[in-house]
Protein backbone atom coordinates (compact mmCIF):
# COMPACT_ATOMS: atom_id res chain seq x y z
CA UNK A 1 0.00 0.00 0.00
CA UNK A 2 1.33 3.66 -0.88
CA UNK A 3 1.88 5.87 1.91
CA UNK A 4 -1.15 8.28 2.51
CA UNK A 5 -0.91 11.41 1.31
CA UNK A 6 -2.40 12.24 5.12
CA UNK A 7 -5.44 14.08 3.59
CA UNK A 8 -9.44 13.57 4.11
CA UNK A 9 -10.29 13.93 0.24
CA UNK A 10 -14.11 15.86 0.31
CA UNK A 11 -15.68 15.72 -3.00
CA UNK A 12 -18.80 17.38 -4.56
CA UNK A 13 -21.00 20.35 -3.70
CA UNK A 14 -19.56 23.97 -2.23
CA UNK A 15 -21.41 27.21 -2.54
CA UNK A 16 -21.93 30.17 -0.87
CA UNK A 17 -24.50 30.30 1.74
CA UNK A 18 -26.30 33.93 2.63
CA UNK A 19 -28.01 33.18 5.87
CA UNK A 20 -31.24 35.35 6.84
CA UNK A 21 -33.30 35.15 9.64
CA UNK A 22 -37.18 35.48 8.45
CA UNK A 23 -37.69 37.41 11.30
CA UNK A 24 -35.63 39.97 10.03
CA UNK A 25 -36.63 39.68 6.93
CA UNK A 26 -40.79 40.15 7.88
CA UNK A 27 -40.11 42.87 10.68
CA UNK A 28 -37.75 45.19 8.74
CA UNK A 29 -39.60 48.35 7.79
CA UNK A 30 -36.54 50.58 8.77
CA UNK A 31 -35.60 50.71 5.08
CA UNK A 32 -31.88 49.74 6.62
CA UNK A 33 -30.11 46.52 5.18
CA UNK A 34 -31.16 43.47 6.23
CA UNK A 35 -28.08 42.00 8.21
CA UNK A 36 -27.24 38.94 6.53
CA UNK A 37 -23.84 36.57 6.97
CA UNK A 38 -22.02 34.77 4.32
CA UNK A 39 -20.38 31.65 5.17
CA UNK A 40 -18.48 28.55 3.22
CA UNK A 41 -21.26 26.26 2.57
CA UNK A 42 -22.56 23.57 0.59
CA UNK A 43 -23.00 19.73 2.35
CA UNK A 44 -19.19 18.98 1.09
CA UNK A 45 -18.14 22.69 1.38
CA UNK A 46 -19.43 22.59 5.32
CA UNK A 47 -17.93 19.64 5.44
CA UNK A 48 -14.65 20.44 4.62
CA UNK A 49 -14.68 24.03 6.76
CA UNK A 50 -15.57 21.52 9.56
CA UNK A 51 -12.54 19.06 8.90
CA UNK A 52 -10.39 21.99 9.22
CA UNK A 53 -11.78 23.77 11.87
CA UNK A 54 -11.14 20.24 14.03
CA UNK A 55 -7.60 20.10 12.65
CA UNK A 56 -8.24 17.38 10.07
CA UNK A 57 -5.59 18.00 6.91
CA UNK A 58 -7.94 18.34 4.19
CA UNK A 59 -8.57 18.36 0.68
CA UNK A 60 -11.44 19.66 -1.66
CA UNK A 61 -12.03 17.68 -4.78
CA UNK A 62 -15.27 19.60 -6.77
CA UNK A 63 -15.98 22.27 -9.49
CA UNK A 64 -16.70 25.82 -9.02
CA UNK A 65 -17.70 28.53 -11.76
CA UNK A 66 -15.33 31.33 -12.86
CA UNK A 67 -17.26 33.83 -11.09
CA UNK A 68 -17.83 35.82 -7.33
CA UNK A 69 -19.17 32.59 -5.70
CA UNK A 70 -16.13 30.95 -7.01
CA UNK A 71 -13.68 33.07 -6.17
CA UNK A 72 -15.05 33.13 -2.60
CA UNK A 73 -15.02 29.06 -1.81
CA UNK A 74 -11.50 29.94 -2.94
CA UNK A 75 -10.30 31.97 -0.54
CA UNK A 76 -12.64 30.55 2.05
CA UNK A 77 -11.09 27.39 1.71
CA UNK A 78 -7.09 29.20 1.67
CA UNK A 79 -8.12 30.76 4.78
CA UNK A 80 -9.03 28.02 6.74
CA UNK A 81 -5.68 25.63 5.45
CA UNK A 82 -7.81 23.56 3.05
CA UNK A 83 -5.88 22.00 0.32
CA UNK A 84 -7.81 23.88 -3.34
CA UNK A 85 -4.73 21.72 -5.61
CA UNK A 86 -7.66 20.06 -6.55
CA UNK A 87 -9.87 22.54 -7.13
CA UNK A 88 -11.69 22.70 -10.64
CA UNK A 89 -12.34 25.84 -12.41
CA UNK A 90 -14.42 25.78 -15.72
CA UNK A 91 -15.20 29.78 -16.85
CA UNK A 92 -18.81 28.30 -18.89
CA UNK A 93 -20.04 27.18 -15.35
CA UNK A 94 -22.21 29.00 -12.22
CA UNK A 95 -21.01 28.29 -8.69
CA UNK A 96 -24.24 28.72 -6.63
CA UNK A 97 -25.72 30.89 -4.12
CA UNK A 98 -27.76 28.91 -1.53
CA UNK A 99 -30.26 31.27 0.52
CA UNK A 100 -30.80 29.72 4.15
CA UNK A 101 -34.01 31.44 5.44
CA UNK A 102 -33.56 30.68 9.26
CA UNK A 103 -37.12 30.53 11.01
CA UNK A 104 -37.69 31.17 14.87
CA UNK A 105 -37.10 27.88 15.86
CA UNK A 106 -34.21 27.81 13.89
CA UNK A 107 -34.76 25.98 11.26
CA UNK A 108 -33.24 26.40 7.63
CA UNK A 109 -35.03 26.65 4.58
CA UNK A 110 -33.12 26.97 1.33
CA UNK A 111 -33.42 28.09 -1.94
CA UNK A 112 -30.13 28.14 -4.53
CA UNK A 113 -29.40 30.19 -7.64
CA UNK A 114 -28.11 29.70 -10.12
CA UNK A 115 -30.85 27.00 -11.25
CA UNK A 116 -28.54 26.22 -14.49
CA UNK A 117 -25.10 25.45 -15.48
CA UNK A 118 -24.46 24.53 -11.96
CA UNK A 119 -20.51 23.65 -11.32
CA UNK A 120 -20.77 21.50 -8.69
CA UNK A 121 -22.80 18.50 -10.69
CA UNK A 122 -19.85 18.78 -13.25
CA UNK A 123 -16.97 16.76 -12.26
CA UNK A 124 -14.56 15.74 -15.21
CA UNK A 125 -12.02 12.59 -14.03
CA UNK A 126 -9.71 13.87 -16.87
CA UNK A 127 -8.73 16.49 -14.55
CA UNK A 128 -8.27 14.40 -11.40
CA UNK A 129 -5.22 12.14 -10.45
CA UNK A 130 -6.44 8.72 -9.11
CA UNK A 131 -3.28 8.59 -6.85
CA UNK A 132 -4.23 11.27 -4.67
CA UNK A 133 -7.40 9.30 -4.26
CA UNK A 134 -5.73 6.11 -3.73
CA UNK A 135 -2.94 7.91 -1.22
CA UNK A 136 -5.81 9.67 1.01
CA UNK A 137 -6.60 9.16 4.80
CA UNK A 138 -10.13 9.35 4.03
CA UNK A 139 -12.67 9.98 1.24
CA UNK A 140 -15.98 11.32 1.51
CA UNK A 141 -19.14 12.69 -0.24
CA UNK A 142 -22.64 13.24 0.02
CA UNK A 143 -25.91 12.29 -2.17
CA UNK A 144 -26.46 15.93 -2.77
CA UNK A 145 -24.11 16.47 -5.10
CA UNK A 146 -25.99 14.21 -7.99
CA UNK A 147 -29.45 15.29 -7.53
CA UNK A 148 -28.85 17.88 -10.14
CA UNK A 149 -27.53 15.19 -12.48
CA UNK A 150 -24.29 15.89 -14.55
CA UNK A 151 -21.40 14.40 -14.91
CA UNK A 152 -20.76 13.81 -11.21
CA UNK A 153 -23.41 10.72 -11.86
CA UNK A 154 -20.81 9.10 -13.54
CA UNK A 155 -17.72 10.09 -11.98
CA UNK A 156 -18.66 9.71 -8.22
CA UNK A 157 -18.79 5.96 -7.91
CA UNK A 158 -15.74 5.81 -10.32
CA UNK A 159 -13.72 7.73 -7.90
CA UNK A 160 -15.53 5.65 -4.51
CA UNK A 161 -14.18 2.55 -6.67
CA UNK A 162 -10.62 3.55 -6.53
CA UNK A 163 -10.38 5.01 -3.04
CA UNK A 164 -12.11 1.33 -1.64
CA UNK A 165 -9.73 -0.59 -3.69
CA UNK A 166 -7.02 1.16 -2.40
CA UNK A 167 -8.10 0.46 1.55
CA UNK A 168 -9.13 4.03 1.97
CA UNK A 169 -11.34 4.40 4.62
CA UNK A 170 -15.01 5.87 3.13
CA UNK A 171 -17.96 7.44 4.26
CA UNK A 172 -21.15 8.86 2.18
CA UNK A 173 -24.21 10.63 3.46
CA UNK A 174 -27.10 9.81 1.78
CA UNK A 175 -28.67 13.27 2.20
CA UNK A 176 -31.13 13.46 -0.76
CA UNK A 177 -33.90 14.98 1.58
CA UNK A 178 -36.29 13.21 0.56
CA UNK A 179 -38.64 10.56 2.24
CA UNK A 180 -40.12 8.67 -1.12
CA UNK A 181 -38.17 7.56 -3.64
CA UNK A 182 -40.24 8.75 -6.55
CA UNK A 183 -39.13 12.23 -5.38
CA UNK A 184 -35.48 11.15 -6.35
CA UNK A 185 -34.10 11.23 -10.22
CA UNK A 186 -33.27 7.93 -11.20
CA UNK A 187 -30.04 8.48 -11.86
CA UNK A 188 -29.16 10.02 -8.90
CA UNK A 189 -30.63 6.85 -6.99
CA UNK A 190 -28.75 4.42 -9.48
CA UNK A 191 -25.65 6.73 -8.32
CA UNK A 192 -26.35 6.08 -4.81
CA UNK A 193 -26.77 1.84 -5.09
CA UNK A 194 -23.20 2.10 -7.35
CA UNK A 195 -21.50 3.94 -4.56
CA UNK A 196 -22.82 1.85 -1.41
CA UNK A 197 -20.62 -1.24 -1.92
CA UNK A 198 -17.73 0.66 -1.63
CA UNK A 199 -18.68 2.90 1.38
CA UNK A 200 -17.57 1.88 5.21
CA UNK A 201 -19.48 4.27 6.80
CA UNK A 202 -22.92 5.22 5.70
CA UNK A 203 -24.59 8.13 7.29
CA UNK A 204 -28.44 10.09 6.95
CA UNK A 205 -31.80 11.10 7.81
CA UNK A 206 -33.52 7.73 9.34
CA UNK A 207 -36.84 8.83 9.21
CA UNK A 208 -36.51 9.48 5.67
CA UNK A 209 -33.27 9.00 3.61
CA UNK A 210 -33.02 5.39 4.85
CA UNK A 211 -36.68 5.23 4.94
CA UNK A 212 -36.95 6.44 0.95
CA UNK A 213 -34.33 4.01 -0.33
CA UNK A 214 -35.79 0.79 2.01
CA UNK A 215 -39.57 1.41 2.80
CA UNK A 216 -40.00 -0.80 6.07
CA UNK A 217 -42.97 0.09 8.64
CA UNK A 218 -40.15 0.99 11.34
CA UNK A 219 -37.51 3.41 9.88
CA UNK A 220 -35.09 1.77 12.59
CA UNK A 221 -35.53 -1.60 9.97
CA UNK A 222 -35.07 0.67 7.31
CA UNK A 223 -31.64 1.49 9.10
CA UNK A 224 -30.99 -1.93 10.25
CA UNK A 225 -31.08 -3.13 6.00
CA UNK A 226 -27.62 -1.32 5.28
CA UNK A 227 -25.47 -2.82 7.90
CA UNK A 228 -23.10 -5.36 7.15
CA UNK A 229 -19.94 -6.82 8.18
CA UNK A 230 -18.32 -4.18 6.02
CA UNK A 231 -20.42 -1.31 6.87
CA UNK A 232 -21.70 0.52 9.78
CA UNK A 233 -24.86 2.75 9.42
CA UNK A 234 -24.79 6.16 11.63
CA UNK A 235 -28.68 7.19 11.24
CA UNK A 236 -29.04 11.20 12.13
CA UNK A 237 -32.87 11.74 13.82
CA UNK A 238 -32.26 15.72 14.67
CA UNK A 239 -32.85 16.60 17.78
CA UNK A 240 -33.97 13.07 18.71
CA UNK A 241 -30.57 12.08 18.51
CA UNK A 242 -29.11 9.00 16.20
CA UNK A 243 -29.18 5.17 15.97
CA UNK A 244 -25.84 3.39 15.32
CA UNK A 245 -26.55 -0.40 13.63
CA UNK A 246 -22.88 -2.40 12.49
CA UNK A 247 -23.61 -5.77 11.73
CA UNK A 248 -22.91 -7.06 15.52
CA UNK A 249 -25.10 -4.31 17.90
CA UNK A 250 -26.62 -0.73 17.79
CA UNK A 251 -27.03 1.90 19.78
CA UNK A 252 -29.32 5.07 20.30
CA UNK A 253 -28.24 8.05 21.36
CA UNK A 254 -29.81 11.59 22.70
CA UNK A 255 -28.44 14.85 21.01
CA UNK A 256 -27.45 17.62 23.25
CA UNK A 257 -29.98 19.80 25.39
CA UNK A 258 -29.32 23.36 23.03
CA UNK A 259 -31.70 25.34 21.45
CA UNK A 260 -31.08 25.08 18.28
CA UNK A 261 -30.70 29.02 16.50
CA UNK A 262 -29.75 27.83 12.89
CA UNK A 263 -29.38 24.08 11.67
CA UNK A 264 -28.21 24.88 8.96
CA UNK A 265 -24.99 22.13 8.24
CA UNK A 266 -26.02 19.99 11.28
CA UNK A 267 -25.22 17.23 9.23
CA UNK A 268 -22.37 18.31 7.54
CA UNK A 269 -20.63 19.15 10.77
CA UNK A 270 -21.84 15.64 12.41
CA UNK A 271 -20.18 13.92 9.29
CA UNK A 272 -16.86 16.04 10.24
CA UNK A 273 -16.82 15.58 13.74
CA UNK A 274 -17.41 11.36 12.99
CA UNK A 275 -14.40 11.80 10.29
CA UNK A 276 -11.95 13.38 12.51
CA UNK A 277 -12.35 11.59 15.84
CA UNK A 278 -11.70 8.35 13.89
CA UNK A 279 -8.66 9.32 12.18
CA UNK A 280 -7.33 10.11 15.51
CA UNK A 281 -8.59 6.52 16.26
CA UNK A 282 -11.85 6.45 18.18
CA UNK A 283 -14.10 3.29 17.47
CA UNK A 284 -17.46 4.14 15.70
CA UNK A 285 -19.40 4.81 18.51
CA UNK A 286 -17.17 7.28 20.51
CA UNK A 287 -16.73 9.10 16.90
CA UNK A 288 -20.67 9.28 17.04
CA UNK A 289 -20.38 10.87 20.34
CA UNK A 290 -17.77 13.48 19.46
CA UNK A 291 -19.98 14.48 16.33
CA UNK A 292 -22.98 15.03 17.98
CA UNK A 293 -21.41 17.45 19.84
CA UNK A 294 -20.20 18.84 17.06
CA UNK A 295 -23.62 18.87 15.74
CA UNK A 296 -24.93 20.15 18.47
CA UNK A 297 -22.21 23.44 19.38
CA UNK A 298 -22.90 24.20 15.67
CA UNK A 299 -26.51 24.49 15.64
CA UNK A 300 -26.62 26.43 18.99
CA UNK A 301 -25.43 29.37 16.87
CA UNK A 302 -21.62 29.11 16.85
CA UNK A 303 -20.10 29.40 13.09
CA UNK A 304 -16.61 29.02 14.28
CA UNK A 305 -14.84 26.06 16.69
CA UNK A 306 -12.26 24.02 17.03
CA UNK A 307 -11.23 21.15 19.39
CA UNK A 308 -10.45 23.13 22.64
CA UNK A 309 -14.55 24.40 22.39
CA UNK A 310 -15.95 21.40 21.30
CA UNK A 311 -13.64 19.74 24.31
CA UNK A 312 -15.53 22.08 26.93
CA UNK A 313 -19.06 21.94 25.08
CA UNK A 314 -18.97 18.44 25.68
CA UNK A 315 -17.68 18.42 29.77
CA UNK A 316 -20.47 21.52 30.59
CA UNK A 317 -23.14 20.99 28.29
CA UNK A 318 -26.31 17.60 29.04
CA UNK A 319 -27.63 15.81 26.47
CA UNK A 320 -31.86 15.20 26.48
CA UNK A 321 -33.76 13.16 28.79
CA UNK A 322 -34.17 10.02 26.52
Known amino acids: MPDRWNKAIVVGDACVDVHLRLEDLLNDASGKAVPYHLSLGGTIGGTAAALARLGVQTAFLGTVGKDYGGGYIFNEMTALGIDTGLLIVKEELNTINVFAFIDEEGERHLWGFPRTNQAYCDLDLNRIDPEKIRQASWFHSSGMTLLSGGSIIESLPALYRIACAAGVKTSFDLNTR ?30 DEFLSLCPFDDWRESVRHFATKDRTVIARNGKDGYLVVTD ?75
Open 178 to 207: VSDISQLDPKAADAIMKILPYVKYLTGSGK
Open 248 to 322: KEEKQYPSYDVEAVDTTGAGDSFNAGFIAASLEGKDVFEACAYANAVAGYKISGHETYDKEKIAGFMKNTALRNK
